[in-house]
């Protein structure tokens, strides 16, 4: 934790808490800084977490990177994926491509980058100007005409003028102020985990994957690591609460769906078991009919998580906290708010809806289905590169103009 001191003549115009420091906080917490704001960033973890698996960046998104200062940053950090090969159950190649091919990515322009590089940058990019709580959460929040008043899991309280939730699908911030996950969430059957495991497969730039109905093993390769992402994808006609908070639990799930497996996944099931960062969950949206209520407002994850299956989360994220910041320049809260969602929900709802398109075509769950998928995939070795995705590309971002520099202001 860092104290916090504005220099004399930078009075801020209100103070704000934000919780998550993953994408969309630290994307808020740079722009608000921008428009005249005192910002705090609490996060439960210890520190902005490095490393992870692969992330995409697209269409408006690099627009936010860019004029954050990020995008040369990022675009030395772009993994360049070359190929995706797809394996049939009895590991026999059905096709290899170039990835943008199945996800609609345009070759050039658009970025893949390690989640921990993005992280990085957007930290690096707003740590002298900002307040970060590590190892810390809200543990309550009430609200009143006047501001929001915070209690801290870590201890201690304090009154801030708005709250803002960035902390992911799961999200505290909107259990507090909006209710249970049940009501917003939209499971799309199926669930994964994925973790790291050493490459002994010989891969580089690229990603495998072996399919049978209903179930995918996947192995990205981001660089020429010794290490690679290990991916298992399965179809659960109902999302299995009992497991999400069980860590043994969803190992052994997963273990158990697998188990007859081929081709690499017996060795992915023990690299599972040894591995200490396993992610588990199931494939879901967030999809809420309002992102504010009274002084708090959602972004990301939070507010309108798309899924994994679209590849626009980190994308959603980027976009949605520069418009929410850019929203309250020169407004009141509650028209800011309104603006904020006027402006960002059909750009959400458009790339919310290509989940259709990434479940049909990565993970069919019956056998046809499987057949028809693999028919499309021989094609596309024979097709010119898929054009980008127009949702990638939905919104023109304004331009907000920030009241002043955050010139290097150290907290």
């Given at each position: 934790m860092t104290s916090t001191?504005?220099?004399?003549?930078?009075?801020?115009?209100?103070?704000?808490?934000?919780?998550?420091?993953?994408?969309a906080g630290p994307t808020l917490a740079y722009w608000l800084t921008r428009h005249g704001y005192a910002v705090t960033v609490v996060e439960r973890a210890a520190a902005v977490r490095s490393g992870g698996y692969?992330?995409?960046?697209?269409?408006?998104?690099?627009?936010?990177?860019?004029?954050?200062?990020?995008?040369p940053r990022l675009r030395d950090a772009h993994i360049d994926l070359r190929r995706l090969t797809f394996l049939d159950g009895n590991d026999s190649e059905v096709a290899s491509v170039h990835p943008h091919a199945v996800t609609g990515g345009a070759e050039g322009r658009d970025l893949e980058v390690r989640r921990g590089d993005l992280t990085d940058a957007l930290y690096s990019a707003v740590c002298?100007?900002?307040?970060?709580?590590?190892?810390?959460?809200?543990?309550?929040?009430?609200?009143?005409?006047?501001?929001?008043?915070?209690?801290?899991?870590?201890?201690?309280?304090?009154?801030?003028d708005l709250v803002f939730g960035a902390d992911g699908t799961h999200s505290r911030t909107r259990e507090l102020v909006f209710g249970s996950e049940a009501q917003f969430h939209r499971y799309l059957g199926y669930c994964f985990a994925v973790f790291p495991m050493r490459n002994t497969f010989g891969l580089s730039h690229e990603t495998v994957m072996w399919n049978t109905p209903g179930r995918a093993a996947a192995l990205y390769a981001v660089g020429e690591d010794d290490e690679v992402h290990a991916f298992l994808n399965f179809a659960q006609p109902e999302p299995p609460f009992d497991v999400f908070a069980n860590r043994e639990a969803q190992r052994e799930l997963v273990a158990s769906v697998f188990a007859d497996a081929g081709w690499e996944v017996p060795a992915m099931l023990a690299a599972m078991h040894e591995a200490d960062d396993v992610f588990f969950d199931g494939v879901s949206q967030i999809r809420m009919p309002r992102w504010h209520s009274?002084?708090?407002?959602?972004?990301?994850?939070?507010?309108?998580a798309p899924s994994f299956l679209t590849g626009q989360g980190s994308s959603l994220a980027l976009v949605g906290a520069y418009m929410l910041a850019g929203s309250l320049a020169g407004r009141d809260h509650t028209a800011g708010?309104?603006?904020?969602?006027?402006?960002?929900?059909?750009?959400?709802?458009?790339?919310?809806?290509?989940?259709?398109?990434?479940?049909?075509?990565?993970?069919?769950?019956?056998?046809?289905?499987?057949?028809?998928?693999?028919?499309?995939?021989?094609?596309?070795?024979?097709?010119?590169?898929?054009?980008?995705?127009?949702?990638?590309?939905?919104?023109?971002?304004?331009?907000?103009?920030?009241?002043?520099?955050?010139?290097?202001r150290r907290y």
């Open positions: 001191a504005h220099p004399m003549g930078t009075r801020p115009k209100g103070t704000i808490l934000i919780s998550g420091a993953s994408i692969p992330i995409d960046v697209r269409g408006t998104a690099l627009e936010v990177v860019r004029r954050m200062g990020i995008l002298d100007d900002v307040e970060f709580r590590f190892n810390d959460s809200i543990d309550t929040l009430v609200q009143s005409d006047d501001g929001v008043d915070v209690t801290f899991r870590g201890g201690g309280q304090r009154t801030f009274g002084r708090v407002a959602l972004a990301g994850d939070a507010a309108y708010f309104a603006a904020y969602e006027d402006s960002t929900r059909e750009f959400v709802a458009v790339n919310q809806g290509l989940v259709g398109e990434g479940g049909a075509t990565l993970f069919p769950t019956t056998a046809q289905a499987l057949d028809q998928r693999n028919d499309r995939l021989r094609k596309l070795g024979t097709m010119p590169a898929a054009e980008p995705r127009p949702a990638h590309s939905a919104l023109t971002l304004p331009d907000f103009m920030p009241m002043r520099p955050a010139a290097g």
